[in-house]
C-alpha cells in the first residue's frame, strides 16, 4: 500500500512563506494498492486539487479514473477541493463516494452538492461529467473488493464523524482525522454540573470505556493518522469541545494502541514550518523500544507499508 499525504492542514488553508515545508493545504490522503490498481482518497480538502491535477495528466496509470472517496465527515476544510477536483469533469470518470449517514433531511449527496450550487460555484453539482454513487455509511466492516475491508468508528466531533481503519493483505492504516478524547462532562468542580460524586465516577467509566474502544479499534495499525492540532496546553485555554486533540494524547494513544507509526496530522493553520521542526524535534523520535515511529505528515510524503 503506498500512502501519499496531499494535504495536512486543519481547519482552513493557509499558504505562505511560513507553511512551505509542511504545506498549506487542508485534508487529503491517497491510498494506492498497487496489486489492483485501486485508488482511495480520504476526504476532499484543498489538497485534492494538487491530486486531482496529477490524476488528468497524460502519463496517468489509470485511464478512465476510477476511485473511492471517503470523506469523514463534511466540515468545510474536508470538502472545499471538491469542485476543483478536475477527474469530476472528465467523461468516464468513476467515483464511488462514502461518509457517515447524516441522519437529517440533508443527504451526504445534498450537502456535498451544497458547495456547488450557484451561491457558491459557477458549475452545478448535476453538471459533471462523472459518475457517482453516494454510499451512506454507519458503524461496521464493508469489503470494497480485491480484498480491501473497511471498517468505520464514530469519533469525538461536533459533528458525526468517522475514524476509518482499512485493511489489505494484513497491512492496516487508521485515519482520525478529526476528533478530541472522550471526557467527562460531569466532573466535579466549577465547571462541572454535578455535585454527585457517584454521576461524575460514572461518567469517568464511560469515558474511559470510549477512549479505549477507539484504541482498540487503531490497535497494531501499520500507520495511524492522527489529528494532532493542539499542544495540551493550547488544547486545555479555551479549546475544549472544538474536537480536535493534542499532540501529547495523539502520541499516548498510538503507544497504548501498539502502533508501529504515527503520523500527526490536521496541523493548526497558525503553526508555521520552524515551529512544527521544534515540535518534530521534541516529539519525533522512536519510543525507548523503536516500536512508534512518530512524524509530523507533509504535503507531498509519500510512504510504503
Ligand atoms: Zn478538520
Ligand atoms: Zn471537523
Avoid at 463534511?74 to 470538502?79: E, L, N, Q, V
Avoid at 468516464?92 to 452538492?113: A, F, H, Q, V, W
Avoid at 458525526?160 to 497491512?171: I, V, W
Wanted: net charge negative; aromatic share 12%; with cysteine.
Amino acid at each position: 500500500m503506498d500512502i501519499t499525504f496531499w494535504g495536512v492542514r486543519g481547519a482552513i488553508p493557509s499558504p505562505g512563506a511560513h507553511t512551505v515545508k509542511y504545506g498549506g493545504n487542508t485534508s487529503c490522503v491517497e491510498l494506492y494498492f498497487r496489486d489492483s490498481h485501486r485508488l482511495i482518497i480520504i476526504d476532499a480538502g484543498s489538497g485534492i486539487r494538487n491530486l486531482g491535477s496529477h490524476m488528468i495528466s497524460p502519463d496517468y496509470r489509470q485511464k478512465p479514473i476510477e476511485a473511492d472517496l471517503f470523506f469523514t465527515h463534511t466540515h468545510s476544510d474536508h470538502i472545499i477541493g471538491f469542485p476543483f477536483f478536475a477527474p469530476l469533469y472528465i467523461p468516464g470518470t468513476k467515483l464511488r463516494i462514502y461518509g457517515p449517514t447524516t441522519y437529517d433531511e440533508n443527504s451526504l449527496e445534498k450537502i456535498i452538492g451544497s458547495h456547488m450550487s450557484y451561491h457558491f460555484f459557477p458549475v452545478r453539482l448535476a453538471e459533471l461529467a462523472a459518475e457517482m454513487v453516494y454510499n451512506e455509511l454507519k458503524e461496521g466492516s464493508h469489503e470494497l473488493g480485491d480484498g480491501i475491508t473497511v471498517t468505520t468508528r464514530y469519533l469525538n466531533h461536533p459533528l458525526l464523524c468517522f475514524g476509518y481503519r482499512f485493511e489489505h493483505r494484513g497491512r492496516v492504516v487508521c485515519t482520525a482525522f478529526d476528533t478530541e478524547p472522550f471526557r467527562n462532562l460531569f466532573a466535579r468542580g466549577p465547571d462541572g454540573p454535578s455535585d454527585d460524586d457517584s454521576i461524575t465516577r460514572e461518567g469517568e467509566k464511560v469515558v474511559a470505556q470510549e477512549n479505549n474502544r477507539l484504541e482498540k479499534f487503531f490497535e497494531g495499525a501499520d500507520l495511524l493518522i492522527y489529528d494532532a492540532q493542539y499542544l495540551q496546553k493550547e488544547y486545555e485555554s479555551l479549546r475544549l469541545g472544538w474536537g480536535h486533540t493534542a499532540i501529547e494524547y495523539a502520541i499516548e494513544t498510538a503507544r497504548r494502541a501498539q502502533v508501529k507509526r504515527l503520523a500527526l496530522f490536521h496541523h493548526d493553520p497558525e503553526r508555521t514550518d520552524d515551529q512544527l521542526d521544534a515540535l518534530a524535534s521534541l516529539y519525533c523520535k522512536c519510543d525507548q523500544e523503536g516500536r512508534l515511529e512518530i512524524f509530523f505528515a507533509r504535503e507531498g510524503m509519500r510512504i510504503e507499508i
